[in-house]
RNA sequence: GCCCCCGUAGCUCAGUUGGAUAGAGCGGCCGCCUUCUAAGCGGCGGGUCGCAGGUUCGAGUCCUGCCGGGGGCGCCA
């Protein structure tokens, strides 16, 4: 489906190729009530041609066909004013209803995204800092998904390093079976905190982890054995934090650190027989262009420690060239937090240098703003008490569990645990959703549960309503939204509902150009609004004539399906009652 | 010291890549449930878009300099 915008902005330039070929018309939507686009080129061009803009415009519009589309207008200061023509609407209405995706058309050229996500450490705990990347990544995998775009999801966990030593000896000291068991269930950060305790206490235990890293670095089976329970009784525990939040993550997904091990010398080796590599204070290093430190001198990417072991730059790096390279990535995102922006443009600098990342592919930081506490200060689990992410959960589905029982008292327990459940994993993730990614935010739990405003909830809501009205008209909802009933688009109310539905395409559009799912969330929350105010002005099961009871059905159905739709693609479910 | 991000209503945030009179939600005040779900709707009040310059027909948006907050800056990830 073209879509409004593109209808528009083709005649348009018509008009414009008159006068000077190829002029952009800067078609946008408008901001004047009562007119739905404004084209605003003849603004520039009257400019450049010395031309007073009104009468360029009317002079443009003069060769423009909008015949039934739209209704054009000269304003005196030189703006195009567009009103679409209510037949053009509703036709383009009933084409988006009929369409299986809601006239959303698939990308033209697919992409192969590779996403990664989540990331969290091995024998660590989930914790709060993670929800956030954990669910804008998950949103975008399901947007590029649908868009079109072949998706890879990584979980770049963290499963190497020297910490292991530590972890795997205190895992021989309490004994697999105990170990194990806190780990699956979901206490890493005892684990993680007593093995750390007894390091610290005791020599012995530091020289054992020394030896013991040397022995998981080499390959030695049983260190390889022990490894293993850590990461799988992890995994198995991440694997429920995913499942309860509802994110696609599995452990087929997993693609960590300990993975590029064996890729780490070739990667330092192509980059020597590039002639990056630098010999700097024992380590070697690359001094990718545009990057300084302190001093104002080069600064360093570390491709291999002075003592000749490889750190995480390397190991990144080796994930970069294996996206571009084995995966065939045409974009490959890192959903990652905002104080890793150095560290990844440096790493996409020396894989450009070194020739990883094709003509017209890209890397891309998809930075994630840090999560203040109310101190303003970054929150670091490190600082206070971490809060573990499936407490959040659980906090979220217990308040909207509460709100529940509160408003909805008639439905059965277990629908009411459903839509608690929906209700408060929804909130959770809108929170991180809704505004923008790579800005920071303070964390409040009122502010992140609260169920009014730009909220899940109140989007959950808006499509239990709109179901209701099937509901209590024992009405079969199947036979509305897919573009066989024709709408009327009497009142206002109803123009701006239908216009509104329209611009779903452009909403997911305007998400996916910048990766960012808070435009989408936005267009939803803007979507709702409409539909109230349509409802609250317009019956719709108390309509004056059967056709216009069938329109409004129409519009209802469609509305539904939007909602529901943008949602799903926010990864959050929408409730058949609430 | 150098670099990056941010600064919009009391609070939390949008602002479609430079367009017309800057918008929501929450909080405050007023009104609307015997009528399709009040987790809702309507209205009122609330702004030198951090400050000062600059670019041009036009700047919350672009440039420069300040102020304030956050982050980053060699062998951790």
């Known amino acids: 489906m073209a879509g409004l915008h593109a209808a528009l902005a083709t005649r348009l330039q018509v008009g414009f190729d008159t006068v000077a070929p190829g002029w952009d018309p800067v078609l946008r939507p408008s901001s004047q009530a009562g007119t739905d686009f404004q084209a605003n080129g003849a603004l520039s061009l009257a400019k450049q041609m010395g031309q007073p803009p009104a009468e360029l415009a009317a002079h443009v519009l003069a ?100 910490p292991f030593g530590m972890l795997i000896e205190h895992l ?28 610290d206490a005791s020599d012995e235990l530091k020289e054992r982890a020394r030896r013991r890293v040397v022995l998981l670095q080499s390959g030695d089976p049983e ?76 600064l360093p990417l570390i491709v291999q420690k002075s003592d000749g072991g490889f750190g995480y730059a390397t190991t990144d790096l080796a994930a970069l060239k294996d996206r571009f390279g084995r995966l065939r990535a045409d974009r490959a995102l890192y959903v990652v937090g905002a104080p890793q922006r150095q560290h990844f443009a440096m790493c996409f600098a020396v894989g450009r240098q070194a020739g990883w990342i094709p003509d017209g592919a890209d890397a891309v930081h998809v930075s994630i703003g840090n999560m203040l506490g109310p101190d303003g200060k970054i929150f670091r689990s490190r600082a206070g008490e971490a809060v573990k992410l499936i407490e959040l959960v659980e906090e979220a589905v217990s308040r909207a569990a509460g709100k529940v029982q509160e408003k909805s008292p008639g439905l059965s327990a277990d629908e009411q ?29 009122d502010r992140l549960l609260a169920m009014e405003g730009n909220t899940a909830p109140y989007l959950q809501y808006a499509v239990a309503r709109i179901r209701s009205i099937f509901r209590r008209g024992g009405i079969d909802r199947s036979a ?12 206002p109310a109803e123009r701006a509902l239908a216009r509104r539905l329209l611009g779903y395409e452009a909403a997911i559009q305007g998400a996916l150009e910048t990766w960012s799912p808070h435009k989408l969330c936005t267009y939803l929350f803007d979507l709702a609004g409409d539909f109230t105010c349509f409802f609250e002005n317009c019956p719709v099961l108390r309509a004056a004539t059967e056709e216009t009871r069938d329109s409004r059905l129409e519009l209802c159905a469609h509305t539904a399906a939007v909602l529901a739709h943008g949602l799903a693609l926010l990864g959050i479910e929408a409730p058949e009652r609430m």
């Open 63 to 162: 060769s423009v066909d909008l015949q039934g589309v739209a209704v054009a207008e000269v304003h005196r200061k030189g703006f195009i004013n567009l009103t679409l023509e209510r037949g053009f609407l509703a036709a383009s209405l009933a084409a988006a209803a009929s369409d299986p995706r809601l006239g959303v058309d698939s990308v033209e050229v697919p992409w192969t995204v590779v996403v990664d996500y989540s990331a969290p450490n091995v024998a660590k705990e989930l914790h709060a800092g993670h929800v956030r990347t954990t669910i804008v990544g998950d949103a975008l995998c399901r947007l590029a998904a649908f868009a079109g775009h072949h998706v890879v999801r990584e979980n770049h966990i963290g499963d190497w390093g020297t």
């Open 172 to 199: 021989v000291d309490i004994g697999e079976e105990l170990g194990a068991r806190e780990l699956s269930v979901g206490d890493l950060d005892g684990f993680y905190r007593q093995a750390r305790a007894v390091f």
């Open 223 to 298: 260190t390889l054995r022990l490894w293993r329970i850590l990461v799988d009784e992890s995994m198995r525990y991440f694997s429920e934090v995913y499942h309860r939040l509802g994110v696609l993550l599995t452990p087929e997904d997993v693609v960590g650190e300990s993975f590029y091990n064996d890729l780490l010398p070739g990667v330092v080796a192509e980059l020597e027989a590039a002639g990056l590599l630098v010999d700097s204070e024992g380590a070697r290093c690359v001094f990718p262009p545009g990057f300084a430190g302190r001093g104002g001198e080069p």
């Open 480 to 491: 509305y939204g897919s573009g066989r009933v024709p709408v009327t688009l009497d009142g």
């Open 417 to 445: 645990a459903g839509v608690a459940q929906a209700v408060g994993v929804g909130a959770l993730k809108y929170g991180d959703l809704s505004t923008d990614r790579a800005r920071e935010y303070v964390f409040d739990w």
